[in-house]
């Protein structure tokens, strides 16, 4: 273990959101709120959702914890669950982070240094492939090609890699390009479950290396594009390896996730007083919206988009009811009975 050490040079944005100027309650863009109840299954119980993915006819809902991807159609049937620990062919000792590009699942093991690849549909077992870098998220970028994050914890990397944050590989998963370089002793200790988020022209990487993101364009000759969430009370430069700066005991506000893209709205997370506070940001009309304190139409905990809705998780009753009691909507007598009888269900909030 080595200690996590911050070294700024100096960074100046192409583009800034003012986190303190909010124009409007979170509810004046959206357009609905439905729940939709996911099929009782034990095979598919998680502890959590970590990350979802969705296409356009599947939901891919993933727990890191248990190393398993459970996938749904868009009705709510359980469609297969992907738990295949083990040493065999076509198994895995871990699920670090997963993505879906045409026909096929692509997770990560860095235990066993692979790709592990499935056909989406079904969950079979197609190959594995060994990755240049021990990875901590995955994300398809244009032809038969993959952006990969590797951030740095503290702990030595298991095999020798170069030090920057993204690498841009081919289909097999070697080496292309490489972006966002760092010193010898730099790490973040604050790990997220998703560093990558895309849009229809890019790519957004967020870590906890500065309040913001960066855009890596899809096309062209692939430009970066930095954006600074500004928030009242950032950590100060300097601090932000500190655990002081981030375990609760001081007033510092932070970006806790990586923002979620539902078509030109981000929803951002940050803790700010203590206690997490969710924000909407309209990119075309540059505002920014928060949660009414006095609307039953707050949104929070979104674990992915496909696009059309922001999409939260309600794993069950209990965490139910204490989302009504923030302000969440209050979901129809189907869903409630799911709950009611051990089950799960997805939120999704349809943007304007």
């Not at 009782?40 to 939901?59: C, I, M, P």
């Not at 700010?272 to 009309?285: F, G, I, L």
């Not at 794993?315 to 969440?328: H, M, N």
């Not at 939120?347 to 304007?352: C, D, H, P, Q, S």
Request: proline residues 3%; glycine residues 8%; aromatic residues 14%.
């Amino acid at each position: 273990m080595v200690a996590c050490t911050e070294k700024k040079k100096d960074f100046v944005p192409d583009e800034v959101v003012q986190m303190d100027v909010v124009g409007g309650s979170i509810g004046e863009v959206l357009d609905t709120v439905v729940y939709l109840p996911l099929e009782l299954s034990e095979s598919a119980a998680l502890s959590r959702v970590h990350k979802l993915w969705a296409d356009d006819s599947l939901y891919f809902l993933a727990d890191f914890n248990y190393s398993k991807i459970a996938v749904y159609a868009h009705d709510g049937k359980l469609k297969y669950v992907l738990d295949k620990r083990g040493h065999g062919q076509g198994e895995y000792l871990e699920i670090r982070n997963f993505t879906v590009d045409g026909d096929r699942l692509y997770t990560i093991d860095n235990f066993q240094h692979q790709i592990h690849i499935y056909g989406k549909n079904t969950g079979t077992y197609v190959e594995s492939k060994p990755a240049d870098v021990i990875a901590s998220d995955i994300a398809a970028f244009g032809k038969d090609g993959f952006l990969l994050a590797a951030i740095p914890n503290g702990q030595a990397w298991a095999v020798e890699q170069p030090k920057n944050l993204v690498f841009q590989t081919d289909g097999d998963f070697k080496v292309k390009d490489a972006y966002f370089p760092y010193e010898e002793d730099y790490c973040e200790p604050l790990s997220r479950y998703s560093y990558f988020s895309a849009t229809d022209s890019s790519f957004i990487f967020s870590s906890f290396r500065f309040d913001g993101l960066t855009e890596i364009m899809k096309s062209g000759k692939q430009a970066v594009h930095s954006v600074l969430m500004d928030l009242k009370h950032p950590i100060p430069e300097g601090l932000r390896a500190k655990t002081e700066s981030y375990d609760g005991s001081s007033p510092y506000e932070f970006v806790v996730q990586t923002p979620v893209v539902c078509r030109q709205y981000w929803f951002v997370e940050v803790t700010k007083d203590k206690k997490s506070e969710c924000y909407v940001y309209d990119r075309h009309a540059g505002k920014l919206y928060g949660n009414d304190g006095q609307a039953t139409d707050r949104m929070a905990f979104i674990v992915g988009s496909d696009g059309t809705h922001f999409i939260g998780y309600v794993p069950d009753k209990a965490y139910y009811e204490e989302l009504v009691k923030f302000g969440l909507y209050k979901a129809d007598s189907l869903t409630e009975e799911r709950l009611e009888q051990g089950g799960s269900a997805l939120v999704l909030y349809r943007m304007k």
